[in-house]
């Protein structure tokens, strides 16, 4: 992501407007958690602004236009989030010129050209947000193919989302006759050689920590021969200088859930620890096991939360991207106060997303849940007798 600028509002303490440039998809993700509903939005699109005497178009000029969001498409995968708004006057003159205000118009985000976002509540979260995605260090560091018998998935792992780069698939035969086997062995060298075209293609070795091959039985160990062979062969030096990157691991699947199996394995936590991918497995886990053994260390719910957060109990915030980026700004401020009000007592605030299945499995939970420094087992007490006392007035 490249930021141009961030001029906070004078008249507005809350508001600010920002002008970036997208660079990739996950520069898109971080697009999209910042642009609410209202903001405005000042950009540059191939417009028909002439028509001939018949009505046709004349001529598509480039020119200068500012919406009024109205709503939004985003597919990470696809790389694709556009935005649909209505055309607001421009103060400076800049914008919307030979174009009517209130007509309906789409935007789609690109790589081509910078853009304004003109936003009346920007946060700290929003601001942290932003200056994560413009560090390079912040960007994906572990890499992943998850595969059985004729499937593969090669992804890339960040802190919002599980990427799936290159679904790789094969009918494979089946081992009747002898030109069965023969056949299968051809597909098997086939659906390797594959993969090992995607890795050239999609994984970078000046970044990528770890690069884990998971599959049930002997897939994962094979692949890793064959990667070691073609490049052997080719005498491709940027994987031969790499080969302690790759990390063979167990899995019961050849699908993306085996991924997330991997991680929360302490078989590989040693490898595993340097990643920001992992450190979130790792605190999601610690979770759940906190919350299996009844301990009291591990609660849910926004009450409970909140009740741990004023005693400053809280070791680890563990809070959903749509609760900080909620459609309800004084919801969104409430969960902000409290992210901030874990870290200044000492605790930390992770923030999952619900693009990924560890940020689906948490907004199931409530979307915020913390982890504790020490048990406190009458935490939902008081909650408790609120509730009793609210059913007994509806009893009367």
Partial sequence: MKIISITKDSANKEGATIVLL????????????????????????KFTTNLDEAGKKKSTDLVKLRLKIVSSEFEMRDEYLRYKGVTV??????????????????????YSF????????????????????ANPE????????????????????????????????????????????????????????AIYESIKKYYDF????????????????????????????ERNKSIIDHQSLFLVAHCSTGYLQGISEVLKNPLYS????DTK??????????????????????????AEVEKAAEMGAIKYLLIT????????????????????????????????????SLGEELDRMTGVACILNYPLPDLDEDLEDEESENDNEFEI
């Avoid at 976002?117 to 932003?130: A, G, V």
């Avoid at 090669?154 to 089946?174: D, G, H, N, R």
């Avoid at 991918?277 to 926004?302: P, R, V």
């Fill in 22 to 45: 997208p660079e990739d998809k996950e520069d898109l993700f971080t697009v999209h958690q910042i642009i609410d509903k209202d903001d405005e939005v000042i950009f540059k699109k």
């Fill in 89 to 110: 006057a421009d103060d400076n003159g800049n914008s919307n010129v030979d174009i009517p205000v209130g007509k309906f118009l789409s935007f789609t985000v690109n």
């Fill in 114 to 133: 910078p853009f304004t976002i003109i936003k009346q509540n920007f946060d700290s979260f929003m601001e942290k947000t932003l200056q994560n995605a």
């Fill in 138 to 193: 912040s960007r994906s560091d572990t890499a992943a193919i998850v595969l059985q018998e004729g499937i593969a998935h090669v992804c890339l792992l960040t802190a919002s989302s599980t990427i799936l780069k290159q679904k790789i698939e094969y009918s494979m035969p089946k081992k009747k006759r002898a030109t069965d086997v023969m056949k299968f062995d051809e597909k098997t060298e086939k659906f390797y050689k």
């Fill in 206 to 233: 000046s970044k990528i920590k770890l690069i884990l091959l998971c599959s049930p039985g002997f897939y994962a160990k094979t692949l890793l021969e064959k990667i070691t062979q073609y490049a052997q062969e």
């Fill in 270 to 273: 040693t490898k595993l620890s």
């Fill in 277 to 302: 991918y992992a450190k979130d497995a790792a605190i999601m886990d610690e979770f759940m096991e906190h919350l299996n053994n009844d301990d009291f260390k591990a609660w849910y719910g926004e």
């Fill in 321 to 356: 991207d749509t609760m900080l980026h909620n459609d309800d700004i004084k919801k969104r401020k409430k969960f902000l106060a409290l992210y901030e009000n874990v870290e200044s007592s000492g605790g930390k605030g992770v923030v999952f997303s619900t693009l990924h």
